[in-house]
């Protein structure tokens, strides 16, 4: 069975709370993803998405150049261990309408797993002929 950490990205890109929105944006276009962590500390305290941004956009007369990531970015609801079935990630995926779920390795965030992840999973899985 593929678990998680067969597929997440071990890279994590993150952002500070005080950055500002705009800046953000930038990093994820620079690095090709959809989504950064939000570092305070040594503490991840959030995510900044793909998402959000285009809320703080299309929703809002916000300066992107004038407000800060901890304005927009989500909460850490969800995550998941590395051990964890590539199923069990879809369910949480699905369950609660999101694309990216850090991973974690006990308390410490080790990766990211996201929907793209999940279609290379299931694009492996059906190029396989031994069913």
Known sequence: MSKVSDFMSTTIHSVSPDEYAYKAVEK?????????LVKEGEEYVGMFTKTDWM?????SESDPKAIKVSSVM??????IQHDQSIAEAG?????NNIRHLPVKKEND??????????????????KKTDF
């Open 91 to 95: 369910a949480v995926i699905e369950k």
């Open 74 to 79: 989500t909460e850490l609801k969800f995550t």
């Open 55 to 59: 809320f703080l956009v299309l929703r």
């Open 28 to 36: 994820m276009y620079e690095n090709n993803i959809g989504a950064l």
């Open 109 to 126: 965030i080790v990766g990211m797993f996201s929907v793209k992840d999940l279609e290379k999973y299931y694009l492996q899985l059906h």
